[in-house]
């Protein structure tokens, strides 16, 4: 066994501390990976919170992985000792059902093993996430990092990219496509950049009008400010694709009504109320709400290897370990712009 540094959650509200866990050793199918950053989720609010119910302690958090592969096992052909490798959501999956074949290894039939908070395939071997200094991983489930990426701006893209990527694509974003983001955040701003990238003309929707300047210089080219009824008058029937990343409660209805016939809102935030949807919001103009969370292996190599050609990172502010919890604190007041990634070389310093 390989004993590493991390920091975890103890316990419900408790802040997050150092700590030592042990890393299965290399198998022959295995990659070790030297962790160089982590992205920080708002999920990993959540489970430290144990705000999803489930959580097993101790956690450690953090599926926004990018490190260097220090040994790989005999039977590794993916990857070689010193390339760059990311780790996302997930560590391993069953790889036999119908979903793991079609490379939707999100929804394995078995369930997949998440990166943190869950348990590898064998359902006892609790799993430990990226606030840590090594991780050891099935190399199906190691991507490979295009080296032209910044490494700490490309970790948020193991999550928040995918999460963007995946509907974009899945829905068939390409130049001329009028897309709306709802929400400016971490995911918000992947969405628009994204969007931006792929010659959509996009429109920031945002409850703050402090947000304007940013939204443009990420790629929108317009900005509506949804506190404003009006807006809604104003921008009927006008999108091909909406991207709704609100982690709030809010009316779908209303943004319904902003798309053209045929056309689709897709959900990648959660909230935490079910929400009303008037069956007639969908009926006038044969309109689709859809959802999309994360992608497979295969989509999230494929995003990445896009990211690196067309210059797509996150914005992010780089701490060290020792700031997570004050971290926290700030991405509850949405004070960050617009993703936290840890330095995990802060986990040797004093």
Known sequence: MLKTSAYAASQVHAPLAPFSLERRDPGPRDVLIDVLYCGVCHSDIHQVRDEWGGAVFPMVPGHEIIGRVKQVGKDVTKLKVGDLAGVGCMVDSCGE?????????????????????????????????????QLVVTERFALKIPPSLDLAAAAPLLCAGITTYSPLRQWNCKKGDRVGVVGLGGLGHM?????????AEVTMLSTSRAKEADAKRLGAQEFELTKDDATFSKLAGRFDLLIDTISANHDINKYLGLLRPEGAMVLVGAPPEPAAVSAFSLLGGNKRLAGSMIGGIAETQEMLDYCAQHKVVSDIEIIPIQQINEAYERMLKNDVRYRFVIDIASLGAA
């Not at 079609?102 to 394995?108: H, I, M, P, S, W």
């Not at 078995?110 to 990226?130: F, H, I, P, S, V």
């Open 191 to 199: 969405a628009v950049k994204l969007a931006a990238s792929m010659g």
């Open 97 to 133: 059902c119908a979903n793991c074949k079609r490379d939707l290894e999100q929804f394995c039939q078995k369930g997949a093993a998440l990166t943190y908070n869950g348990t590898e395939m064998d359902r006892k071997t609790q799993t430990y996430g990226g606030y840590s200094a």
